[in-house]
């Protein structure tokens, strides 16, 4: 009986670390693009700090702009570790408020990561456009 | 009897299989990550012999169960090379390859022995608690295993974005199946409702996951693994 509440807790205990990291690396590779000007505008974006809010605004323009299909994935992993960071924030902000900062802090980065992922679908569309134009031209 | 819900997440789990064969394919990854790509081969052909297994002799088979947990198993084992390719890549500067190799083939066969002890001592009741239990402790030497690898890139301040995400995602999917195998062999009665989702709905995650890498992230593109841990300011 030992063994598997040991290999639960280890396991969970470690899912948690191997996620949190894996959504990181994600958001980190998002962080070095800069946000083109169309995106800010259609957004209404004013600086590059986002707020941690605009989330979940952004993935609702992000389901109205049509994608190559290959981010659905990351948004969704993204989504549930922005959810997951809601429920750190909730649970220590009586007891640890720079846990709650923290999460605070990575839910603004998810916020940016998913306006840059718009960006991309932006580009995308355009992209497609133009070459249907140029195709009917 | 399969629901609708069981055929969307195997045709999903299916397509996402094959899409990430052809991702590897596409970005000539094939040969240069060959047990990752060998892996999600053989992941596709398991889904496809599980449809002609249920469609032959029924989900509630004998046969089926068998096919489903000793499938599984050697997928698992397959995923032991790739963390050893993995292993391979995060030591190749350190000229380590050829202990790697030999403390792979070691872990492979001390795993085979394991296993065949267990099927020794355990020959009169195979059906019963003996596939869970082995498939929880092949998926914990996994965690393990991933949970080393993990400090090495960590420790050697590895800055591959493309091995970091694909270590990370396996990692998950190890790590999830564990825990969900675990669980089952503490609440049994948790297995139809709540845990029966979590094997295949994790099956589309590693694959997905890897298939992102291979289409988003380029090899040449580099992180700070540091940024990576979490710590509260």
Known sequence: MIIPVLICVISFALLLQFFVSYCR????????????????????????????????????????????????????????????????????????????????AERESCSYFAAVVLDRRITYSRELLAQHMSGHV | MLSRIDYAIWIVGFLVEVSAVVSFLVCRNFLRYIFLSLYLLAASLVTVGQYLCIKKFGWSSVEYWYYYYYSESLLTILLFFVIIQFYDLVFQELNASRYVRRGAIALVGATAL?????????????????????????????????????????????????????????????????AA???????????????????????????????????????????????????AR
Not at chain 2, 165 to 176: C, E, K, M, P, T
Request: with cysteine; hydrophobic share 50%; proline share 5%.
């Open chain 1, 25 to 104: 690396s994600v958001i980190a590779a998002g962080r070095k693009s800069e946000l083109s000007p169309q995106v800010r505008e259609i957004a209404g974006i004013r600086d590059d700090k986002l707020d941690e809010k605009e989330f979940v605004r952004l993935v609702q323009l992000l389901r109205l702009c049509p994608g190559s299909g290959e981010d659905g994935g990351e948004i969704r992993a993204v989504g549930v570790y922005y959810s997951l960071l809601y429920a750190i924030r909730g649970f220590f902000r009586p007891m640890l408020p720079r846990i709650a900062r923290w999460a605070q």
């Open chain 2, 114 to 178: 394991f296993s065949y002890l267990v099927i020794r001592a355990n020959q009169d009741h195979l059906m019963s608690r003996f596939v869970v239990e082995l498939g929880q402790n092949l998926y914990f030497v996994g965690v393990v295993l991933t949970y080393l690898l993990w400090g090495a890139i960590l420790k050697l301040r590895e800055t591959r974005t493309r091995l970091i995400q694909l270590v990370l995602a396996l990692g998950v999917y190890f790590s999830a199946t564990a």
């Open chain 2, 181 to 231: 195998y675990a669980l089952r062999n503490l609440f049994p009665s948790l297995q139809p409702a709540v845990l029966r989702w979590v094997p295949p709905i994790v099956g589309i995650w590693l694959p997905a996951a890897w298939a992102f890498t291979m289409m988003k992230v380029s090899e040449d593109a580099r992180l700070v693994t540091s940024h990576l841990l979490a710590r």
